[in-house]
């Protein structure tokens, strides 16, 4: 039985010996079947120059002739090109005139001037691809795609672009307002599609996300006409109230800036720890708010001086007491 289990095997053994055989047979005469078909392509080439230069020669005669053939088409897009920015410049130009005379606030005119430049820019170089042979379908379809990458990947732009729209709907404020908001303030210098742009007081440019800037608490010192003074005066205790009192009316009564016709207010705010504090409310015109403030502290301290009046300071005294 166990003879018989050896030869099965032996025979096993010699089948896939001469399986394997086969097959390298077979790889070895393909091999030598391609090769000469490798050798014969370089044969060819060397003893056939004039035909391999032939045929270089016409590939590269090829090619010009499409080069040529699309020179014309190139020129005239260029020209295109450079006519169309000329024709959207004057465009501008005479749209940012035109919107200059109109009734418009600044905001609205420099921000639709903006939207305008970028669909006219858009416009022009659909055109021009247009013409290169490039099908406006695929433009459309290749920027629009666009968009939508760029937008998944610009999520906050695209708020800010909302935030300009809605900034131009709503008009909290406008160019020239002094305003406060996301814990700065500054003049309003520009609104665009993406920022705004604030000057501040000692001229630094501020740029506010307009996204932030629609959804944050703005205060705008100049959407009223007229504004109220709030300030406060101190005295001492060993002062009169009275007299104190009349010199500010006074001063309030003869100072041009203030609208007599408006209420005036100056009365005994608190007993402070050092100091008897007074409250003056006054109103002004809103764009002389500050010169006015200004003005009548250096007025009233004079005042004071003149009068006898002293204006208390924190101090501290400390009394020894002797053993």
């Not at 247009?130 to 629009?144: E, Q």
């Not at 010169?291 to 009548?296: S, V």
Request: hydrophobic share 50%; net charge negative; charged share 15%.
């Amino acid at each position: 039985m166990i003879s018989g289990r050896l030869l099965l095997l032996a025979a096993a053994a010699d089948s896939a010996i001469s399986d394997a055989a086969s097959t390298v047979s077979e790889t070895t005469s393909g091999t030598e079947s391609v090769a000469p078909t490798l050798g014969d392509t370089v044969d060819n080439l060397v003893e056939h120059p004039q035909e391999t230069l032939s045929a270089i020669g016409e590939f590269f005669g090829n090619m010009g002739k499409a080069i040529v053939g699309m020179l014309p088409k190139v020129l005239f897009a260029v020209v295109v090109l450079i006519v169309g920015i000329i024709v959207t410049k004057l465009v501008l130009f005479g749209l940012s005139k035109g919107l200059g005379k109109s009734k418009l606030d600044l905001t609205v005119t420099k921000f639709t001037t903006q939207v305008v430049k970028i669909v006219l820019y858009t416009l022009l170089l659909t055109i021009v691809l247009s013409m290169l042979g490039i099908p406006a379908t695929s433009v459309v379809t290749v920027i629009g795609t666009a968009g939508v990458a760029i937008g998944l990947a610009l999520q906050n732009s695209l708020s800010n672009i909302a935030g300009g729209f809605l900034l131009m709907i709503n008009k909290p404020f406008k160019i020239g307002d002094y305003i406060i908001t996301n814990g700065v303030e500054g003049t309003v210098a520009q609104i665009s599609i993406l920022y705004t742009r604030l000057d501040s007081i000692t001229n630094q440019a501020i740029f506010i996300p307009n996204g932030m800037a629609v959804n944050a608490t703005i205060v705008n010192n100049n959407t009223n006409d007229n504004r109220r003074l709030e300030m406060l005066f101190s005295i001492s205790y060993d002062n009169d109230f009275g007299k104190a009192k009349e010199l500010i009316e006074k001063i309030l009564n003869a100072h041009e800036g203030i609208l007599h016709e408006l209420p005036l207010l100056v009365v005994m705010k608190e007993h402070a720890a050092s100091a008897i504090v007074i409250l003056v409310r006054a109103w002004c015109k809103t764009d002389e708010y500050w010169d006015i403030y200004f003005d009548l502290n250096e007025k009233v301290r004079a005042a004071f001086i003149e009068n006898g009046i002293e204006i208390p300071y924190d101090q501290l005294d400390v009394h020894i007491k002797e053993q």
